[in-house]
C-alpha cells in the first residue's frame, strides 16, 4: 500500500500514524507533501520515517499532479486545517485516488485564526463542506467532533474516530509506583502549545489562578514565549522550563502527580469541547492523571475512564485534589495506559485503508 499525506506543514498526528503505520505494515510506502512551510512540526525527529517529501510550494494544484504522477498513492490522506489541499486533491483525484480528510479542528467552530502562520483561505467555509462531504472517508480526533460535523453537513462517507494517541515506543517503559510521595501540595505539569493572543492556549490567567490556590505548576513549553517566563517570575510556584525533546519531556512527566489540560474558553469554548489532545494521551501514557476544565470530549475521556478529573471551578483547587484518591488514580492510568497508544489502535485505520481503496 501506498499512502500519500497531504498538509499545509507536517504535524505530529501525521509522525504518529506514521510509527502505527510501520509498526502494522512493514511494507508500507509513505510519502508526504506539504506546502509552504518548514519541517519544524517534527521538532527535530521523525523525517525517516517517509519515503519521500514533496514541497508543493507556490502551484500546489500542478505540484500535487507532478507527486501524484510520481508517487502513485493507493490512498491520499489529507489533515487540515486548512481544508484548501483537501479540496485541491478532490478536484485532482475524485474518481483516481481515494482522499481521507482528516479533521483535528472545525473552521466553523473556531473564533480565531488557525495558530501556525499560513494565511486563512478565502471563503473557508465552503472549503469545510467541500472537504467534508467530496471525502472518501471522514476521520476526526473525537465522537464530539464527528457528531458537530454531521450536525453541519451531509457525510455518507464511511467515517472513523481515532484520538490523538500516544505512541507506545515513547512511553516510559516501566512507572514509578503508585504509592510515591512527590510532596504538598501536589505537583501539576502543562506541556505544549502556550500563547498570548487571547484564544485556547492563552493560559496565563489558567495558570495564575492554579498557583494562587497554593499549588505548584511547571510548564514545558513547545515554542519558547517570553511572556510566561516573565509571568513565572513573579509568581511563586509557577516554573517555566526550556522546550525539551519529546524523548527528553516524556521522560520527565513521571514525577508529576497530575497533568493539565484546562484551556481558555473565552473564544472557543465550542472549538474545545471536541478536542482530545495529544497532551492528554502523553500524560496518561506517563503514569499521570489528566486534570481539565469541563470542555466535553475531555471530560468525557477523563470520567469514563476514570483517568483524572474534570473541575468546574479552580476554587479551593487544592482541597478538591487532597480529597482524591491519586494513589488509586494512578493505578487505573497505569492499568490502560498502553491500550491508548497508536500501536494499539493502528489496525482500525488500516482496516479504513483497505476497504476505502478496495
Known sequence: MRVLFLQQQPCM?????????????????????????????????????????????????KRLRAVAEEFRPDIIHSHNLPDSLTAIALELFADQVPVINDVHDLQSLRRTPYEHGFPEPREPLALERQAVEGCSALVTVSEELLMEIRARYRITAPTLTFANYAIRRDLPRVLPPPERRNGHPPRLVYQGTVSTNGGHYDLRGIFAAIVGEGLLLDVYPSRNVPAYAELAGRLPGLRVHATLSPPLLLSALPEYDFGWAGFNSALNGAHLDTCLPNKAYEYVGCGLPVLTLGHRALARLVGEGRLGLSLATLDDLLGQLSAVDLVELRRRVAAVRLELTVEANIGRLVELYEATAG
Open 13 to 61: 498526528r501525521a509522525l504518529k500514524y506514521a510509527v502505527g503505520l510501520r509498526s502494522a505494515l512493514g511494507s508500507i510506502k509513505l510519502g508526504f507533501a506539504y506546502q509552504g512551510q518548514t519541517l519544524s512540526g517534527w521538532y527535530g525527529s521523525g523525517d525517516e520515517l517517509f519515503d519521500r517529501w514533496w514541497d508543493l510550494g507556490s502551484e500546489p494544484r
